[in-house]
């Protein structure tokens, strides 16, 4: 049974960094593209960015609303799944979720809430 | 970026009756190479998280009751749930993975 458990949220003070983990389980996770996408309270679904697996140079694309201040990583030897997140905004309040692949989603972790509040 | 525009925004139908969604997207996600349309779509009920419905415009994922549908191709796209039910109260969201990923903002369907 295909697994993704995020974790790392909680409340972050503005101008700081916070780095959320997806565990992943069920599947061979250095084959398997990895993307992130949050979901702000009371609103829609946007797309993050993702990683590529270590066979395309672990490649990383970003949403523009987040290029140049989120990094995605991966450690295949655990099979996470990082998101560094740096330079906080309010607007960044959302719960955030991890999904396998790039192209369509159907496996998604339960998501963790990220609260950028002072 | 892609553009996806779904309408309406919300939607009333009564138990066993048709509901349509729409999904526009500002540029054709149908990919000539191998004549595949690069649109998902996904139903989120309430405190839960998102779940596949459809994936290349119009196959049903696994396990998806054979009531929803999709269709369309290029800017177009279109969900239907032929015969509403009870269970079917959610907000759906159109999807394009041509250019990285964009969603639509969301159809809120109620009975």
């Known amino acids: 049974e295909v697994q993704l458990v995020e974790s790392g949220g909680g409340l972050v003070q503005p101008g700081r960094s916070l780095r959320l983990s997806c565990t992943a389980s069920?599947?061979?996770?250095?084959?398997?593209?990895m993307s992130w996408v949050r979901q702000a309270p009371g609103k829609g679904l946007e797309w993050v960015g993702f990683?590529?697996?270590?066979?395309?140079?672990?490649?990383?694309e970003y949403a523009a609303s987040v290029k140049d201040k989120f990094i995605i990583s991966r450690d295949d030897s655990r099979s996470i799944a990082y998101l560094q997140m740096n330079s906080l905004k309010t607007e960044d309040t959302a719960v955030y979720y991890c999904?396998?692949?790039?192209?369509?989603?159907?496996?998604w972790g339960q998501g963790t809430l990220v609260t950028v509040s002072s | 970026d892609i553009v996806m525009t779904q309408s309406p925004d919300s939607l009333a139908v009564s138990l066993g009756e048709r509901a349509t969604i729409n999904c526009k997207s500002s540029q054709s996600v149908l990919y000539s190479s191998n004549n595949k349309n690069y649109l998902a779509w996904y139903q989120q009920k309430p405190g839960q998280t998102p779940k596949l419905l459809i994936y290349w415009a119009s196959t049903r994922e696994s396990g998806v009751p054979d009531r929803f549908s999709g269709s369309g191709s290029g800017t177009d796209f279109t969900l239907t749930i032929s015969s509403l039910q009870a269970e079917d109260v959610a907000v759906y969201y159109c999807q394009q993975y041509y250019s990285t990923v964009t969603f639509g903002q969301g159809t809120r369907l109620e009975i």
């Open positions: 069920g599947f061979t996770f250095s084959n398997s593209a």
């Open positions: 990683i590529r697996s270590n066979a395309y140079g672990g490649a990383t």
């Open positions: 999904t396998g692949g790039i192209y369509y989603y159907n496996y």
